[in-house]
Each structure stands twice: as C-alpha cells, then as structure tokens.
C-alpha cells in the first residue's frame, strides 16, 4: 500500500505510523508523507467502492458548505493492494466533550445552507452513498414522502423480505403499506425542503479536535433535516446543550417527535439487514406504534 500511495498522490516519500483504525467494516491505517499526516481506509470485499466513493463525495459536500469541520477527502480508488480504497487527512480525534453545543450549531448550519441557496431543488444525492455497507438510492425525487417512502423505507423492507425467513417479516409488507398510506399525516402544516444531510450521525462518527467538532463516516444526500436525528435517538450520546444550540438556530417543527420516530424506523431496518434479527423487534415495533 505504501507504494501505491506514493504513487498514485504523487508524493516524495510515505512512512507507514502506528495509527491503524477504520470501525467494524473497514480497515485502516495512518501514513506520515511530505504533504502531513493522511489517513487510509481500505476494503476488500466486493462492493467497497461505492462505499467510498459515495463517502469521498460526502465528505466533499459537507465541506463546501463551511459548516462543520469533517477531515478532508483527497483520493478514493477502486483497486490498491488492499482493495478498494478512500485517502482522507488525518485528525488526531478525541471523544466529543466540551464542543457539543458547538456541534449542534454547525450541523444546524450545514442544514440550513441549502435551504438559504437553494442550489439543490429535489431529493436525493449525485452519487450511491451507503449507511454502513449497504447502498442507498439517492435518485432524485420531487417529494420528500415518496422519497423516504420508496427510496429509504421500501429498499430496507424488500431486502428483508428477501433475505429473512418468512416467519420474521410475516407482517412487514402489509405494515409497511400502513405506514404510507399514513405518512401524510406526519407533515401537516410543515415545508420540507432539501438539505444536505449526514446520514449516519450516531454519537461513534463525531469527535473533535483542536477544540473544534468533527463529524466523520458520511452516508450524505438531501434530505428532511430531522432525519439527521433518527440515528441521534437511536442510540444516543448527545447532551441537551447540543439539542438546544440546534434548535436555536433551526427551531423545531410541530410533530417532530413522531417524525423523529420514522427517522429512526429506518436505522432499525437498515441494522436488521446488517446485523439480523436483534434489531426485528425495534423495527416492527415503531411500525405499529406509527400506524396504530
């Protein structure tokens, strides 16, 4: 990988550190050169590169919104001896502790940034981008409802009722059938216009460093901007200062918490496929609370 790296970025020389990392998929290892410190994460199995190529192209979009710090993207490539391949800078990341309230602002504003220029009219993403491994359809629609109905919600159902046994998804098509025909019903009253989205914004993908917020690992496309805080729900790790600095900049919309809950429908569904059945109960479950 070394020489590849020198290679390919053109540099003058590449020393492999101690630094090695990349979370429960991917791995990953830290090299210093004459251009600093670079971070590598690499995948061999079949499917990475749209993985990272849809992260480099997140990445990128966060970053010319000059909202929030993320580490700056700065080659993907499909073969290298260790598989498909993103080279991004490296950040020496601490947990997030002191910066909450500041990362709630600046995810504030890179929500809002779109939604100021108006560049982007519909929803969806330019490229494939994934939530863990698993591809999502970015293509463009005009309605968010359709959008999150058949783009996110859909594709995570038919997968399951493909790959699952029969008795685990006995319900899930006719639920699933509920929750559209109901979904209107969370949206009076309220305009959703696209912003630019994390996608996969668990408490694990946000550090800081230099005393400044970093979110990490992006899934991006334009979206509803609560949907940012499904997977903030879900799992947790977020201090009220940090839902309070957002809310002060983006003020929060009548209904939120059920939509919040249809947010986070797909983080259930989308960790049944990738982890199986642990996450059945918490998928149907917020299926029938959300049509009853």
Partial sequence: ?????????????VKPTSYSGGGCINSGKSFDTNEGRIF??????QGSFCMFNGEFHSLEAIQQTKSVRVPKPLAVFEKTPSGS???MEHLDLSS??????????????????????????EFGFKETTCCGFLPLDNSWKSSWLQFYAENRIKLQVDMLLEKRNHSDTADLKHLYELLVRKMPQFFKNIEVRPSLLHGDLWSGNV????????????????GHSEFDFGIVSMFGGFSRSFFDAYFKVLPKEKDFDVRNRLYELFHNLNHWNHFGSGYRSGSISILRELTS
Wanted: charged share 25%; no cysteine.
């Fill in 1 to 13: 990988m070394d020489q590849f790296i020198l290679d390919h970025l053109k540099l003058e020389f």
């Fill in 207 to 222: 550090g800081q460093v230099d005393s400044e917020p970093v979110i990490f690992d992006p899934g991006s496309f334009f």
């Fill in 85 to 87: 391949a993103i080279v």
């Fill in 40 to 45: 590598v994460k690499y995948n061999k199995k």
């Fill in 96 to 121: 997030l502790r002191s910066r909450e309230a500041e990362l709630g602002t600046k995810l504030a504003q890179m929500h809002k940034h779109n939604l100021d220029t108006g560049v982007v009219s």
